[in-house]
């Protein structure tokens, strides 16, 4: 069965930088969202859409920005990246705001190192 | 907002023997999830649990959610190396549309 996809799954960025994560979801979802997983800590959400309208905000600093296109995958970018954006960032899908049997379906995630 | 509590933060098992994961919440839960990972991997989905005392099993691992919907338990049976990894419990709260906030995890290792 097809999963999240999202790319790449590892990125390395200088200070300063941009940087865009994309994430493809189950086919037929409908809503995203984008976590942030620093080392040895719990996932935090950072944003969320629904048919391609925010549906949610978490903590996400201003230096980011995501979008969800027509075809349902998702954006994150991320500008000026700071040493402390190094993180594994994780896009999950959803139908609907999470029902059903697993609710949410995360992809692998991306790692990002900022050097 | 909710905050999740996870109990042990880590546990060393042996294999064949039994574990039991604790995950809390200073507010009713409404959908608890139970995510498998393993170090700089995704999220793989165990179980959901919904209704108040509620208990699912798959394979070897069961999950319940008590009564009062504020405290789930991740039992693993005869453990096994596959086992291992972090346990991530994850809830919706009350006044979100979706999004899941997680507990801070717990590492298993199994020894031999």
């Known amino acids: 069965a097809a999963g999240v996809i999202q790319s790449p799954r590892h990125l390395i960025k200088e200070k300063r930088e941009t940087a865009t994560l994309k994430c493809y979801p189950i086919?037929?979802?409908?809503?995203v969202y984008w976590y942030q997983q620093g080392p040895g800590q719990d996932p935090q959400f950072l944003i969320s859409?629904?048919?391609?309208?925010?549906?949610d905000k978490g903590s996400i600093p201003d230096r980011f920005s995501a979008q969800q296109f027509s075809d349902y995958h998702s954006e994150l970018n991320m500008s000026s990246l700071e040493l402390g954006d190094s993180a594994l960032y994780f896009c999950?899908?959803?139908?609907?705001?999470?029902?059903?049997?697993?609710?949410?379906?995360f992809g692998s995630g991306t790692r990002l190192t900022v050097v | 907002s909710q905050e999740l509590e996870q109990s042990p933060q880590s546990l060393i098992v042996q294999e064949g023997k039994n574990l039991t994961i604790n995950c809390t919440s200073s507010?009713?839960?409404?959908?608890l999830y139970w995510y498998k990972q393993k170090y700089g991997e995704g999220l793989i989905f165990l179980m959901m649990?919904?209704?108040?005392?509620e208990e699912k099993s798959h394979e070897k691992i069961t999950a319940k959610l008590d009564e009062k919907k504020q405290q789930s338990s991740l039992h693993i049976t005869a453990s096994q190396p596959s086992h291992a990894g972090i346990y991530l419990c994850?809830?919706?709260?009350?006044?979100?549309?979706?999004?899941?906030?997680f507990g801070a995890g717990t590492q298993v290792v199994v020894t031999p």
């Open positions: 999950a899908s959803s139908l609907g705001p999470g029902q059903g049997r697993a609710g949410y379906t």
């Open positions: 086919p037929r979802h409908d809503t």
């Open positions: 859409f629904y048919e391609k309208m925010q549906s």
């Open positions: 507010k009713t839960l409404y959908g």
């Open positions: 649990l919904q209704k108040g005392g």
């Open positions: 994850g809830a919706k709260p009350t006044d979100s549309w979706g999004k899941l906030q």
